[in-house]
């Protein structure tokens, strides 16, 4: 459907275009800038203002704001090529800008760094050297869980490892189907993402599913979440003045869900894969798969915890073993999942923790959750020394030739980037710069750490008397409010009240109850009341993530050989008696297996 690159929103102002500029940063000479504004801006004949923030939405899952999915990077070096080919803004100056919202703000300019990397093969050092010192600074990203964020990653990191995939072959750009990628990704498709070619990750698949039909509220959310608005929204809001006289009817789509699980074997077996690996409980019977020749592994671990040494190196193994493609799932395919095939990039392709948890999130977003995110840092210098002296053979890894710097999906263009940015090695202080911003980052991630163990040594006693439940409310791919982001923080002083409370109650239990001394247990069972982890987050030991027999609903007991009496991990949970729930916040998190 053609569709004009003129400004997406066009409004009278009497700013000129030097003052609207004063503040931008430059990514090509006189011809691609990034700023920021309060306001709309008019057009003008030398310069074409455009922005994204309405068109290329992240959908949060809850305090999350980004990065931008693999679809969006895409879409928007799609845009920057067509604006540059259009008649119409070809010879003008092109000013992508945002909102001064820091999320909206921090995802143009990782698309436009995204742009200069993939479509200029600039490194992810010189992408992003344009915005060096810019201020305020950018937000850096957060995990899409429900507790407060214990791990950050940056643009820089985000650039990282999205360069690492296309240059290691991990990631085809000459290939990527977007129209299929976000088919798939929604829930009533099937809710699955291709990770690499060796890995699909997905939600757990479920017996016979009941049809759902969204509202007209919840489409408009997923088309702006999976991009299947985008021919009517994207080119709605850029003004298509090139359609004339009536448009045809929509095309039928060429794509089939497999949400249920016959339609998901029968797309596996379709796609080569022949393994899948569950991660949480029963929701299905694994026959089905076995019977349609494709194995079934059970590696299950309780979900929003990290997997058990054992459980690792039983992952390692037979993805190390298995000649096809392998789909790997937990509930929701997010936290579990995504711990294990990080682990496993890790291992062989030496991506760094931040590295790994970026690419995986621009691939599908809201993967690895809270304490995994820690745990993934605590482990990367021992997945390294496990790297291989020899690579994998093809017809395991599936690991193809890799097509970047030669894409043919966008030539590299002929107008270059400013000669101090592209084509000379970056300058000892740009280096410097983006090293200080990483020692800066380590070291807030080691005082949220420290905080957290000093959390836990000032519970002390009244800790003790807390029944601990060690599982954290987990994300879940749904259609969410736009108000929902606001959601972590009513929680959390919800959650901080309730833990005050408790404390109190439990210190007058002490002073009224002879009988009630410092280490025996108060009258009632409170549920630890923190919304972070406060034990060692990234212990690797798995008596240090097992769950006490309490914190584990009767029939999760059985399941699960690790739950006797192993010392928890805290990460978000409920406070109130055992059996009453605080108001507005879940008493257990629970619903058919861990986790929300």
């Given at each position: 459907?053609?569709?004009?690159t003129t400004g997406l929103i066009?409004?009278?102002?009497?700013?000129?275009?030097?003052?609207?500029?004063?503040?931008?940063?430059?990514?090509i000479k006189d011809k691609l800038?990034?700023?920021?504004?309060?306001?709309?801006?008019?057009?003008?004949?030398?310069?074409?203002?455009?922005?994204?923030?309405?068109?290329?939405?992240?959908?949060?899952?809850?305090?999350?704001?980004?990065?931008?999915?693999?679809?969006?990077?895409?879409?928007?070096?799609?845009?920057?090529?067509?604006?540059?080919?259009?008649?119409?803004?070809?010879?003008?100056?092109?000013?992508?800008?945002?909102?001064?919202?820091?999320?909206?703000?921090?995802?143009?300019?990782?698309?436009?760094?995204?742009?200069?990397?993939?479509?200029?093969?600039?490194?992810?050092?010189?992408?992003?050297?344009?915005?060096?010192?810019?201020?305020?600074?950018?937000?850096?990203?957060?995990?899409?869980?429900?507790?407060?964020?214990?791990?950050?990653?940056?643009?820089?990191?985000?650039?990282?490892?999205?360069?690492?995939?296309?240059?290691?072959?991990?990631?085809?750009?000459?290939?990527?189907?977007?129209?299929?990628?976000?088919?798939?990704?929604?829930?009533?498709?099937?809710?699955?993402?291709?990770?690499?070619n060796k890995f699909i990750a997905?939600?757990?698949?479920?017996?016979?599913?009941?049809?759902?039909?969204?509202?007209?509220?919840?489409?408009?959310?997923?088309?702006?979440?999976?991009?299947?608005?985008?021919?009517?929204?994207?080119?709605?809001?850029?003004?298509?003045?090139?359609?004339?006289?009536?448009?045809?009817?929509?095309?039928?789509?060429?794509?089939?869900?497999?949400?249920?699980?016959?339609?998901?074997?029968?797309?596996?077996?379709?796609?080569?894969?022949?393994?899948?690996?569950?991660?949480?409980?029963?929701?299905?019977?694994?026959?089905?798969?076995?019977?349609?020749?494709?194995?079934?592994?059970?590696?299950?671990?309780?979900?929003?915890?990290?997997?058990?040494?054992?459980?690792?190196?039983?992952?390692?193994?037979?993805?190390?073993?298995?000649?096809?493609?392998?789909?790997?799932?937990?509930?929701?395919?997010?936290?579990?999942?995504?711990?294990?095939?990080?682990?496993?990039?890790?291992?062989?392709?030496?991506?760094?923790?931040?590295?790994?948890?970026?690419?995986?999130?621009?691939?599908?977003?809201?993967?690895?959750?809270?304490?995994?995110?820690?745990?993934?840092?605590?482990?990367?210098?021992?997945?390294?020394?496990?790297?291989?002296?020899?690579?994998?053979?093809?017809?395991?890894?599936?690991?193809?030739?890799?097509?970047?710097?030669?894409?043919?999906?966008?030539?590299?263009?002929?107008?270059?980037?400013?000669?101090?940015?592209?084509?000379?090695?970056?300058?000892?202080?740009?280096?410097?710069?983006?090293?200080?911003?990483?020692?800066?980052?380590?070291?807030?991630?080691?005082?949220?750490?420290?905080?957290?163990?000093?959390?836990?040594?000032?519970?002390?006693?009244?800790?003790?008397?807390?029944?601990?439940?060690?599982?954290?409310?987990?994300?879940?791919?749904?259609?969410?409010?736009?108000?929902?982001?606001?959601?972590?923080?009513?929680?959390?002083?919800?959650?901080?009240?309730?833990?005050?409370?408790?404390?109190?109650?439990?210190?007058?239990?002490?002073?009224?109850?002879?009988?009630?001394?410092?280490?025996?247990?108060?009258?009632?069972?409170?549920?630890?009341?923190?919304?972070?982890?406060?034990?060692?987050?990234?212990?690797?030991?798995?008596?240090?993530?097992?769950?006490?027999?309490?914190?584990?609903?009767?029939?999760?007991?059985?399941?699960?050989?690790?739950?006797?009496?192993?010392?928890?991990?805290?990460?978000?949970?409920?406070?109130?008696?055992?059996?009453?729930?605080?108001?507005?916040?879940?008493?257990?998190?629970?619903?058919?297996?861990?986790?929300?």
């Amino acid at each position: 459907m053609p569709y004009s690159t003129t400004g997406l929103i066009h409004h009278a102002s009497s700013t000129s275009p030097a003052d609207l500029l004063a503040n931008a940063r430059e990514f090509i000479k006189d011809k691609l800038y990034f700023t920021w504004l309060s306001q709309h801006p008019a057009q003008y004949p030398s310069v074409h203002f455009f922005t994204i923030d309405h068109v290329l939405v992240y959908i949060n899952f809850y305090s999350d704001f980004g990065p931008s999915n693999l679809a969006h990077v895409v879409r928007f070096c799609d845009l920057i090529v067509e604006k540059m080919k259009n008649p119409r803004t070809a010879d003008k100056k092109l000013v992508l800008y945002s909102s001064h919202d820091s999320d909206k703000r921090a995802n143009a300019a990782f698309l436009i760094c995204a742009y200069m990397l993939i479509v200029h093969r600039q490194t992810p050092e010189e992408a992003f050297r344009p915005l060096l010192g810019i201020q305020p600074p950018f937000l850096p990203y957060r995990d899409a869980g429900y507790g407060a964020a214990t791990y950050h990653i940056t643009i820089p990191d985000c650039l990282r490892g999205l360069h690492k995939g296309l240059t290691l072959g991990l990631l085809d750009l000459d290939s990527v189907d977007v129209e299929e990628y976000e088919f798939y990704e929604k829930v009533e498709n099937g809710d699955f993402n291709w990770i690499i070619n060796k890995f699909i990750a997905l939600a757990s698949p479920k017996d016979d599913p009941a049809p759902r039909a969204s509202s007209g509220f919840q489409q408009h959310h997923a088309a702006l979440r999976t991009g299947t608005g985008w021919a009517s929204g994207f080119a709605g809001l850029l003004a298509r003045n090139n359609a004339v006289g009536p448009q045809r009817a929509a095309k039928p789509s060429k794509f089939h869900p497999a949400y249920r699980i016959d339609d998901l074997i029968k797309y596996l077996k379709e796609r080569g894969v022949t393994t899948i690996i569950r991660l949480n409980n029963r929701t299905y019977d694994r026959n089905k798969f076995v019977q349609a020749g494709i194995e079934h592994v059970e590696l299950y671990f309780p979900d929003g915890t990290t997997p058990p040494d054992g459980v690792l190196m039983r992952f390692l193994e037979i993805c190390e073993n298995r000649t096809g493609s392998i789909a790997v799932h937990c509930k929701a395919g997010l936290g579990r999942t995504g711990t294990l095939i990080a682990a496993y990039l890790m291992k062989h392709y030496k991506f760094t923790a931040s590295e790994v948890i970026s690419f995986l999130r621009i691939v599908r977003p809201g993967s690895v959750v809270g304490p995994q995110q820690n745990y993934l840092q605590s482990m990367q210098a021992k997945l390294w020394k496990l790297h291989p002296s020899g690579t994998l053979p093809p017809h395991i890894s599936l690991l193809k030739p890799a097509t970047y710097p030669a894409l043919r999906r966008w030539p590299k263009p002929s107008i270059e980037p400013p000669s101090n940015a592209l084509g000379e090695q970056v300058d000892d202080n740009v280096e410097e710069e983006l090293e200080t911003e990483a020692v800066r980052l380590d070291e807030e991630r080691g005082e949220i750490e420290k905080a957290l163990r000093e959390t836990g040594r000032m519970r002390g006693t009244a800790g003790d008397k807390l029944e601990e439940m060690a599982i954290p409310l987990q994300p879940r791919k749904h259609i969410g409010r736009e108000d929902e982001k606001d959601r972590d923080k009513e929680v959390r002083s919800q959650v901080q009240a309730a833990r005050e409370l408790v404390l109190k109650q439990t210190e007058n239990q002490r002073r009224t109850s002879p009988t009630h001394g410092p280490h025996t247990k108060p009258l009632y069972n409170y549920a630890t009341t923190t919304t972070t982890p406060i034990s060692a987050i990234a212990a690797v030991t798995a008596s240090s993530r097992t769950h006490t027999a309490r914190s584990i609903p009767e029939k999760e007991r059985e399941k699960d050989p690790r739950s006797a009496k192993s010392a928890p991990v805290k990460d978000f949970v409920v406070v109130g008696r055992s059996q009453t729930p605080v108001r507005g916040v879940r008493n257990n998190g629970w619903e058919k297996e861990g986790g929300r």
